[in-house]
């Protein structure tokens, strides 16, 4: 043994699908799930900002239920479905909240948009026609500093309906 | 940037304890993450071994036994998980109402109640509501298994009753009887509450009378504490009259207050607070009789 050589460091092998495509990682178990999405797999829609679980930036969703990838293991993700922003259209066709979003204008700067879209999708899930106050109350750890949030509030609004109608 | 370490996924809670007592300083428990790895980033802890829990079959599991009426939260049971359970709804209104309101989504997937009790972080909810339900916290060590009272397991800011190798391995808590209701009410201005009072009202049988009254304060100081002070005025008050009473115990309750200066405010500002949340407090309690 070289006494020099530095230890090696612990590394899991993980499987999980990401936007319904499997892969076979080796990851660390320090590494977070946004690092390995950014980085590994060239999904640079989910933003790293606060690092703290506040901002709802670097959401993404794990078996359907919105997590901050700034602060969710990588390990943690191992036999789940992971979907971000860069899954949710259909080839071309935008989802209906991708497409609520433009119509409303509820982006500007556009940092916080992945984030949003993804929690208002697990909302819409969970409760296909939420009240104002149950989407202000899910998205409140989605953080806006362009839009107001009223604009955002119509579009996910917007978006339930063009949902509801499409399952008839 | 996290520094690297490794993860063990035991199958037990005795493998779990352990793993704990054999790397010591240099391991942690580890269950949601969501207080663990801000302070792994931070730099405020170093861990070269996490022992994941969640990998435990069991630790996850949320029960009501109807007949002894105690709900029982394993250790590793999400605050969503809490919130959503159909026997937490419909048998412990107030837990479900508390948990939807803890941080934000995203944390309520995957933070836990295990975690948030054993962190310890003084600006917390669950801990402040669980005192008022008089909940026994299980602790699994190497050898044996033991029961915490509540009221003694917070022993100050992040620090617990719990000895470095054992697991919280569940909550438990008893159902309330038919006079008893519950408020909780929470303000803040960070992430994270600034103050929380939760009280749980037992109204004599014909509801004219307090029967018992149960108030904890939390966020302020240290670690959330029942009011023995203030509850023992309140008790056996005539509801009618128990307005004078309720300043008095506002009162005892602002002077027990252990509050500290921090970015949430001033102590001499929280005490002020502490007095009018527990006016609120009682009074949002007294009104769900009616």
New interface residues.
């Given amino acids: 043994m070289d006494a020099a050589a530095p230890a090696a460091?612990?590394v899991?092998e993980i499987s999980l699908t990401v936007n319904g495509r499997p892969h076979t990682l080796t990851v660390?178990?320090?590494?977070?799930l946004l690092d390995v999405l950014r980085v590994r797999l060239g999904l640079t829609g989910a933003k790293l900002s606060c690092?703290?679980?506040?901002c709802?930036a670097c959401?993404v969703l794990v078996d359907g239920?919105?997590?901050?990838a700034c602060?969710?293991?990588a390990?943690?993700a191992r036999g789940r479905q992971v979907l971000t922003i860069e899954g949710l259209a259909d080839g071309d066709r935008l989802h209906p909240l991708q497409q609520a979003f433009i119509d409303h204008a509820a982006f500007q700067c556009g940092y916080c948009t992945p984030g949003m879209i993804l929690?208002a999708k697990?909302l819409l899930d969970e409760i296909p026609r939420p009240t104002a106050d149950e989407v202000k109350?899910?998205l409140?750890?989605?953080i806006c500093r362009c839009t107001g949030y009223k604009k955002i509030l119509e579009a996910v609004a917007a978006a339930a309906e063009a949902l509801a109608a499409r399952h008839g | 940037m996290l520094r690297p370490f490794e993860m063990h996924q035991p199958e037990s809670v005795e493998a779990a304890s352990a793993l704990v007592g054999r790397y010591g300083d240099e391991a942690a428990f580890y269950a949601g993450g969501t207080e663990l790895l801000l302070v792994m980033k931070e730099g405020l802890v170093r861990y070269r071994h996490l022992v994941d829990l969640k990998t435990i079959p069991g630790l996850g599991a949320l029960d009501y036994d109807a007949a002894s009426r105690v709900l029982r939260i394993g250790g590793t049971v999400t605050h969503r998980a809490l919130e959503r359970h159909p026997a937490v709804r419909e048998r412990f209104p107030i837990i479900a109402e508390v948990e939807r309101q803890v941080a934000n989504v995203r944390v309520r997937n995957v933070g836990t109640i295990g975690g948030n009790l054993c962190f310890a972080e003084p600006h917390a909810d669950p801990g402040t509501l669980f005192l008022t339900f008089d909940a026994e916290v299980e602790l699994a060590g190497p050898r044996d298994v033991r029961t915490v009272p509540m009221g003694a397991f917070f022993t100050g800011a992040y620090e617990t009753a719990r000895q470095p190798d054992e697991v919280l391995t569940a909550v438990r808590l008893r159902e309330g009887g038919p006079h008893t209701r519950w408020a909780y009410m929470k303000f803040g201005i960070h992430e994270r509450p600034t103050l929380g009072v939760a009280v749980a009202l037992t109204l004599d049988a014909d509801r004219r009378g307090v029967e018992d009254v149960r108030i904890a304060v939390g966020c302020v100081g240290p670690t959330p504490a029942r009011v023995p002070a203030a509850e023992d005025i309140l008790r056996g008050a005539p509801l009618a009259e128990v307005d004078g009473r309720l300043e008095r115990a506002a009162a005892a309750a602002a002077a027990a207050a252990d509050a500290v200066d921090d970015l949430h405010g001033s102590a001499e500002y929280k005490v002020e607070m502490v007095k009018v949340f527990v006016r609120r407090a009682f009074r949002a309690a007294a009104a769900r009789f009616s």
Avoid: I, W
């Fill in positions: 460091r612990p899991v660390e178990p320090r590494e977070t690092d703290v679980q506040v709802g959401t239920l919105p997590v901050s602060t969710y293991l390990y943690e929690a697990a109350h899910y409140r750890g989605n």
